[in-house]
């Protein structure tokens, strides 16, 4: 599985967590090209609240976030100088998906709800995960 960064529907998904919206406002939802995506419909899920979770990586196999049946999208972000391998409970520097060093490239969403670990060459690296539902 790769990890991609799905900025646009993390924007979207981000907006579902706010309060929801009558139907006869305007919606303040839009799609990845700005246009308006309307309000009519759109049911409120998962908690209105916001809390991303950091992690410390170290060279076994760590439990980034665990399996979760109602999450819609898993996002992740690699702040450390150090790669993380991501992957199952054994995953290793050679089997795992290398989540690049620094946060500048070493993001992306995906829609996944299983349980994902990570694991480093060497020291620990942090990583910042967050679950929209």
């Known amino acids: 599985m790769k990890l ?3 900025l646009a529907a993390l924007a979207l998904a981000c907006a579902f ?14 799609g990845p090209s700005g246009s308006q995506i309307p309000a009519s419909g759109v049911q409120t899920i998962g908690s209105p609240s916001f809390a991303p979770a950091q ?7 760590t439990l ?7 999450r819609g999208w898993l996002c992740l972000t690699n702040t450390s100088a150090t790669v993380v391998y991501l992957g199952g409970p ?6 795992g998906h290398a989540l690049g060093a620094g946060a500048a490239g070493a993001a992306g969403c995906i829609p ?8 480093v060459a060497s020291g620990t ?9």
């Open 125 to 133: 690296a942090t990583v910042t995960e967050a679950e929209i539902y």
């Open 90 to 95: 054994a995953v290793t520097t050679s089997t």
């Open 112 to 119: 996944y709800t299983g349980a994902l670990y990570g694991v």
């Open 64 to 70: 980034i976030v665990g399996a979760t049946v109602g």
């Open 55 to 61: 992690i410390s990586v170290g060279t076994s196999p």
């Open 17 to 30: 967590a706010g309060p929801a919206l009558a139907q006869s406002q305007a919606s303040p939802y839009r």
């Open 4 to 6: 991609r960064p799905v």
